[in-house]
DNA sequence: TGCACGATGAAC
DNA sequence: TTCATCGTGCAC
């Protein structure tokens, strides 16, 4: 397993979110490394994308989203479900991609598919805000063994709002991964 | 200081 | 289809 550089992160968001698939990504806390394989993500492309939370500006909420690369972007949703994204690009882009869903792999109990459940399994909350994703407790690791496998492409869940922006295919998923959280 | 509104999930 | 639940951002 070889933990992902700074550099993986610090390129075009739409790739790195097709690259993220088949990844695992490792949270160790309480004593427990928790491991899951992201199987579904979407792309949130900067200011100018009227779906990402960053298209309001630079905000208290949203500075994670403007800071470097390689960082967690957590927040609450609904008052109720934590979503987990990776800042892409460089400093000041705010581009991230959301982590959709996740197979389990190692110590992960209850399902996995949704970004709030993901959250949840996972035990990741708002204090994992801004986090460094280079750390040795929460990281994203290239697994040994690759597999092969096609990417579906469709557009985001949940930006009706977004006008054209609605529209693009920036969610990829591995095609006919049971985790996948809509076909 | 108040209030409308979600990058969701679960129940009905 | 409806609702829970609360932090954020922006209007007064």
């Not at 949130?44 to 994670?64: F, I, N, P, V």
């Not at 579906?152 to 991964?177: E, M, Q, S, T």
Request: aromatic fraction near 8%; include cysteine; charged fraction near 25%.
């Amino acid at each position: 397993m070889t933990k992902l550089p700074r550099s993986f992160y610090n390129r075009d968001t739409a790739l790195v979110a097709q690259e993220l698939l088949g990844k695992w990504l490792v949270r160790d806390a309480d004593g427990l490394k928790r491991i899951g394989k992201i199987v579904e993500v979407e792309a949130y492309l900067g200011e100018h994308d009227l779906a990402a939370h960053s298209a309001k500006g630079l905000t208290e909420r949203t500075k994670t989203m403007f800071g470097p690369p390689g960082h967690a972007y957590v927040y609450l949703i609904y008052g109720v479900h934590h979503c987990m994204n990776v800042v892409t690009e460089g400093e000041g882009h705010a581009s991230a991609v959301l982590l959709r869903a996740i197979e389990p792999v190692q110590n992960l109990a209850g399902r996995t598919c949704g970004p709030g459940l993901l959250c949840r399994a996972m035990k990741i909350d708002r204090r994992l805000n801004a986090h460094d994703l280079l750390s040795d407790v929460f990281f994203i690791v290239e697994p040994d063994v690759a597999e092969k496998f096609s990417i579906v492409k469709r557009p985001r869940i949940g930006v009706d709002y977004a006008g054209h922006w609605a529209k693009r295919r920036l969610r990829f998923y591995i095609k006919d991964n049971p985790f996948v959280s809509r076909p």
